[in-house]
Nanobody, 126 residues
Framework: QVQLVESGGGLVQAGGSVRLSCAAS????????MGWFRQAPGKEREFVAA????????GYADSVKGRFTISRDNAKNTVYLQMNSLKPEDTAVYYC???????????????????WGQGTQVTVSS
């Protein structure tokens, strides 16, 4: 059974930093593109960042570019999201996602991902 488990969320002040982790189990995701999405109250889930299996390429939403960094440790089957200079508008539930297909593309849509974690809450206070 495939599982993605996020951790690292919490309450942080504006301007602060948080690092999210997503541990994958049940199969190896070392060859899969993985991503982070978020959903704020009353809004649809949106793309945040993605990274290819080799860590050679990453992509970001314009709203987080320059502040967030996605990385992965394939030996640990874990992907990370380092979030700096946090703003109140970054408050959301953050979800980790992985693709079933093994390829080297960057993907930005929810439908491009097959496996999802349960989410972790990040709250940024002003």
């Amino acid at each position: 059974q495939v599982q993605l488990v996020e951790s690292g969320g919490g309450l942080v002040q504006a301007g602060g930093s948080v690092r999210l982790s997503c541990a994958a189990s049940g199969r190896t995701f070392s060859m899969s593109t993985m991503g982070w999405f978020r959903q704020a109250p009353g809004k649809e889930r949106e793309f945040v960042a993605a990274i290819t299996y080799s860590s050679g390429r990453s992509g970001y939403a314009d709203s987080v570019k320059g502040r967030f960094t996605i990385s992965r440790d394939n030996a640990k089957n874990t992907v990370y999201l380092q979030m700096n200079s946090l703003k109140p508008e970054d408050t959301a539930v953050y979800y980790c996602a992985a693709r079933r297909t093994l390829d080297s593309g960057l993907y930005y849509g929810e439908r491009d991902y097959d496996y999802w974690g349960q989410g972790t809450q990040v709250t940024v206070s002003s």
